[in-house]
């Protein structure tokens, strides 16, 4: 039988800072009446430590030298969790069953927390455990998806990552306009009831990390924290004291637009890097247009991190979402041709649409006809994302137009343009493929239909320049 050596004799010792926040004598003495017999010292101190926020195996590692969490497991769940389960099931008709997560909202909902917790002086080790009175939510600039339509494998595959397989960061990545933000949105509001804490926050402002972290904390931990004392907490520490608020709630996080962090580029990294690596059991959904390099070194099979690489919308999807903007005119054929144009992007088919019908009475073979499809506001698009490219990368899709399967001997033999080394050039490709702006097939690379249009068109422009 495996022995574990108490370091310390004194178990009154441990996690006393409970009873700031929770009214421990009622509590010890009305398990005592489920029990038959007052609590052990031992008894109490892993319900303080439950009560703070602790997980079994973080109370056994921090109360024991060795540490064995299945042992304590046991002997909690034949004792202590049997008679929390008795008291519960007391005050109401039927049966409640308990685990270490669940126990202090449990005991929080059947009255035993203070009303007026203490207030917090100093940022203990540990945010204090407030449950949430009922569930918290905070959608920020959230849209609007009531014309949403499609994407029911893609929203199958990411509650198979975040509800099931429980991985800690999901990533919807794809270039502009392909319907990250929508999807997110939709996934988020289909998912809410299963997290205590939903927070949406867009990062297009480039905010700063620690003041994003602080904002975090502050929504999750649902105290009255001191702001000039988070401010005054270094990185780490702030990281450290959200990803405590992720342990002890389910929490659901979204950043969207991750792709705009540029100045703040090494914090996201290390949040995403500490997120991404440390046992928790919420969960972070971004968007981007890039791949982070940190989700890149998380992500594979049997790890905490996945990522959803989005195409376009396949046929009936966009016909779907075109048939509810407005009436439209046309045969099988031209509906097909309209939707592989752009390759079912529903940015730019939304704006095809109005034009169908606002220019062409409806008639998508006239739009056909008379359109080259690179709308102002498509380029435009097409341009934020160009302009986030380096020189090389530029200069290896122009290549990539007339060359689909390249190799740094024929790019350098047949092109006219310098690549830099053999390195640069696989690097530069890299970068585009974590940008979603090419795609490998065997030997072939492809670029998405409007990308390669407005690649050429602005191609052209440069040699008539
Ligand atoms: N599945 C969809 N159903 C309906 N509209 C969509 C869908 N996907 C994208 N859209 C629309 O396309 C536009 C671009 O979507 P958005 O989510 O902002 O793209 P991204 O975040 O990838 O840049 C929005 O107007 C959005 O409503
Ligand atoms: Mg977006």
Excluded at 432 to 451: A, G, N, V
């Amino acid at each position: 039988m495996t022995r574990v050596l108490p370091t310390n004799n004194n178990p009154d010792n441990f996690f006393s800072e409970a009873e700031n926040f929770w009214n421990l004598n009622k509590l010890y003495s009305d398990l005592a009446c489920a029990k038959g017999n007052s609590l052990t010292p031992r008894e109490k101190q892993f319900l303080r430590g439950l009560l703070c926020g602790y997980t079994p195996a973080e109370i056994c590692a921090k109360v024991y030298a060795n540490a064995n969490a299945n042992s304590l497991r046991v002997s909690l769940s034949r004792g202590l969790y049997r008679y929390i389960e008795k008291l519960l099931s007391g005050n109401c008709e039927k049966f409640v069953k308990v685990n270490a997560t669940r126990i202090p909202h449990l005991l929080a909902e059947a009255g035993y927390k203070l009303q007026s917790s203490v207030p917090i002086t100093s940022i203990p080790q540990k945010i204090a455990f407030i449950p949430p009175a009922k569930k918290r939510q905070d959608w920020g600039e959230m849209i609007d998806t009531d014309r949403f339509s499609g994407r029911t494998q893609e929203i199958q595959q990411l509650q198979q990552w975040i509800l099931t397989d429980k991985l800690r960061i999901v990533a919807i990545l794809g270039i502009g306009g392909l319907g990250k933000t929508v999807l997110a949105t939709k996934l988020a509001q289909e998912i809410q009831g299963e997290f205590d804490y939903l927070i949406w926050r867009s990062l297009r402002s480039d905010p700063s990390i620690s003041e994003l972290v602080i904002n975090l904390i502050q929504f999750l931990s649902q105290q009255p924290l001191n702001s000039e004392e988070l401010s005054s907490l270094n990185l780490e520490t702030l990281i450290s004291q959200l990803l405590e608020c992720l342990r002890q709630n389910k929490c659901l996080i979204i950043f969207d637009k991750a792709e705009s962090i540029r100045i703040n580029y090494d914090d996201f990294h290390e949040l995403l890097r500490r997120i991404g690596e440390e046992r928790h059991h919420s969960c972070l959904l971004l968007t981007s247009r890039e791949n982070p390099k940190e989700v890149i070194s998380l992500t594979g099979k049997k790890r905490p991190v996945q990522t959803l690489q989005l195409s376009g919308l396949n046929q009936t999807e966009a016909r779907e979402m075109l048939a509810a903007s407005g009436d439209f005119i046309g045969t099988e054929n031209e509906w097909t041709e309209l939707i592989d144009r752009y390759s079912g992007h529903p940015f730019a088919l939304k704006l095809a649409a109005s034009k169908i019908q606002h220019k062409y009475h409806h008639k998508i073979a006239d739009f056909l006809n008379q359109e080259s499809g690179l709308f102002p506001e498509l380029c435009e698009l097409l341009k934020q994302q160009f302009d986030l490219m380096s020189n090389l990368e530029r200069k290896v899709l122009y290549w990539l137009i007339v060359k689909p399967d390249p190799t740094f001997r024929c790019a350098i033999t047949e092109s006219v343009l310098p690549f830099g080394t053999e390195q640069q050039f696989s690097y530069a490709l890299e970068l585009l493929r974590e940008r979603s702006l090419i795609t490998k097939h065997t030997t072939e690379f492809s670029q998405p239909l409007i990308l390669s249009k407005y690649v050429t068109k602005r191609l052209v422009e440069q040699i008539f320049r």
